[in-house]
């Protein structure tokens, strides 16, 4: 039996639980997270798939948390898995995290921002948190699809413009000289 795991907002599912891992789930109000110590999570197996991890979240019963969470609706399961397709396909893969609520969360955080979107049944809701200034609000229907798809690919877009910018080359004066000797052959 599987048995779900919350580690760090990111699902991991075990086949068997190891003996050192806790059992109790903390409610922290953002998310249900596990929490244990670094030495304890290194010794842990790789991350699954952002596929596998999905797979397992959808397949939470009733009071999977502990605290009476619900399970995943058949509809969120399919709006969630069209958005993880378009975030995927944009090279922006999210922590995927489930919510006692029976929605499903979609999560980016570094060093220059954060980003969150929650999507249920016929709605999603977050936001995108750059690092010193106002947030940017997303909600949106999913009703219709080719509408529901355009939502995703702009988030996708704003969500890799403000936390994973293209790294700007930067010219050396080793570049700046071999490039004005070529100009003077």
Not at 27 to 52: F, I, Q, Y
Not at 56 to 79: E, K, V
Not at 131 to 151: K, L, M, V, W
Request: aromatic letters at 8%.
């Amino acid at each position: 039996m599987l048995q779900p795991t919350l580690a760090a907002s990111v699902l991991l599912m075990y086949t068997a639980t190891p003996p050192d891992l806790p059992t109790r789930v903390v409610h922290t109000g953002r998310s249900c997270v596990e929490r244990w110590s670094l030495s304890k999570r290194a010794a842990l197996p790789d991350l699954m798939s952002s596929n596998e991890q999905f797979a397992g979240i959808c397949a939470l019963q009733a009071n999977w948390d502990g605290y009476g969470g619900s399970p995943i609706h058949a509809d969120t399961a399919l709006n969630a898995r069209a958005a993880l397709t378009v975030f995927q396909q944009s090279g922006v893969v999210p922590d995927i995290v489930p919510n006692p609520n029976g929605t499903i969360s979609f999560e980016w955080s570094n060093s220059r921002g954060e980003a969150h979107v929650e999507i249920g049944k016929s709605r999603f809701v977050g936001l995108i948190q750059p690092n010193g200034t106002a947030y940017i609000p997303i909600a949106g229907e999913t009703r219709d699809a080719g509408q529901y798809y355009t939502y995703l690919r702009s988030i996708a877009v704003v969500v890799e413009a403000v936390l994973y910018p293209p790294a700007v080359p930067s010219l050396t004066s080793s570049h700046l000289a071999a490039s004005h000797v070529r100009q003077a052959a």
